[in-house]
């Protein structure tokens, strides 16, 4: 079963604050993904990786970095938060090509930026 | 413009009726994946379904390259198939996935 582990859950963060979010797949998975869903909407590209050490732009990157330190690891970092950031935080990943291009994804991450 | 568009936005169904999800996409893709979120949950995927129709139980995908759409049947609904359901399709050029806004869905006793 594949699977997509997030860290927190929850997180209340003050603005101006760092706030970490990681994720960890055991997949074996070569692209990893941080989307994030405003209430009521659909899933947003904030970042995304193909390869370790190497990360891309997604549709809404400002305000976020990334990083991919090992193919199971991808990380979303928020250097100066602030209140328009919150918002619930969606690790997805998938494999390359035809029926892997599947997405599995996390369980999601609160983030209250007060 | 938005890539991928889901009708209707919400839908409020009778326990036993059916369901009819539309997803529309704006470029040529390669594959097109179907999710069910319930409310706060995380997103499971509910079919891949690059192309033709496949059926799971009460769940029917049906999708046409050509004609840029993918469609999502319920039969015979259940008060626990509410919840939101999202399309997304897959540009096999880049792997870059785009996602509708969702759609949805109430099922009343």
């Known amino acids: 079963e594949a699977a997509v582990t997030q860290s927190p859950r929850s997180k209340v963060a003050v603005t101006g604050g760092k706030v970490t979010l990681s994720c960890h797949q055991t997949?074996?998975?070569?692209?990893m993904y941080w989307y994030r869903q405003d209430t009521g909407h659909g899933l947003r590209l904030i970042h995304y990786?193909?390869?370790?050490?190497?990360?891309e732009k997604g549709d809404i990157p400002d305000g976020y970095k990334a990083s991919r330190p090992s193919q199971e690891n991808f990380s979303l970092i928020l250097e100066l938060a602030s209140l328009s950031q919150t918002a619930v935080y969606f690790c997805?990943?998938?494999?390359?090509?035809?029926?892997?291009?599947?997405?599995?994804f996390g369980a999601g991450t609160r983030l209250s930026v007060l | 413009g938005q890539q991928v568009q889901q009708s209707p936005t919400s839908l409020v169904l009778q326990e036993g009726e059916n369901a009819e999800l539309q997803c529309n996409f704006s470029?040529?893709?390669?594959?097109m994946q179907w999710f069910y979120q319930r409310p706060g949950g995380s997103l499971v995927s509910v079919f891949y379904?690059?192309?033709g129709t496949k059926q799971s139980g009460r769940l029917t995908s049906t999708t046409v390259i050509k004609e840029r759409r993918s469609s999502l049947h319920i039969s015979s609904s259940q008060i626990t198939d509410s919840g939101t359901y999202l399309c997304?399709?897959?540009?096999?050029?880049?792997?870059?996935?785009?996602f509708g806004d969702g759609t949805q869905l109430v099922v009343k006793p």
């Open positions: 997805a990943s998938s494999g390359l090509g035809g029926s892997q291009n599947t997405l599995y």
């Open positions: 997949n074996n998975h070569d692209y």
């Open positions: 990786s193909y390869v370790a050490d190497s990360t």
């Open positions: 470029t040529s893709l390669n594959s």
């Open positions: 379904n690059p192309s």
């Open positions: 997304a399709m897959v540009q096999n050029s880049n792997n870059r996935i785009f």
